[in-house]
């Protein structure tokens, strides 16, 4: 098991709807209790998470249509300069794509500041539908 990814093992896997495997992910569970942790995080991040989470595309949640519980649909204005620097600079075009489909930026977003994304190319933004 790699120390970057740890799996959750369980004796009974289907009462949580995981695979046969018996490996649960975090994605698996309720989205009650996932909605509850985000709301401690910053909107960036709490964007950031429901996308991490939508990643295996949980059929409970539809990211492309920006209605997930998680991140919320107060979405005004995101500013990646209310997360750490370092984890700003770590972000691709791909990651700022995901956070704009996710929180449904077309229809949402009137103000995108990316603080500290020193590695966007413009190419995330085109994907979503968001004018440069």
């Given amino acids: 098991m790699s120390s970057k990814r740890r799996k959750i093992l369980t004796a009974d896997s289907s009462h949580w709807g995981g695979s046969d495997s018996g490996i649960i992910r975090l994605s698996d569970l309720p989205v009650e209790p996932l909605t509850h942790v985000a709301s401690y995080l910053a909107p960036p991040s ?59 930026a077309v229809n949402n977003l009137k103000k995108l500041s990316l603080t500290n994304c020193i590695n966007i190319t413009g190419v995330g933004l085109s994907r979503c539908g968001v004018q440069q």
């Fill in 46 to 104: 709490r964007a950031l998470f429901d996308v991490a989470l939508n990643f295996d595309a949980k059929p409970s949640a539809d990211i492309s249509s920006g209605s997930s519980a998680i991140a919320g649909n107060d979405w005004d204005a995101l500013d990646f300069g209310d997360i750490e620097k370092d984890l700003a600079a770590q972000l691709t075009d791909y990651d700022i794509s995901g956070v704009l489909v996710c929180i449904d």
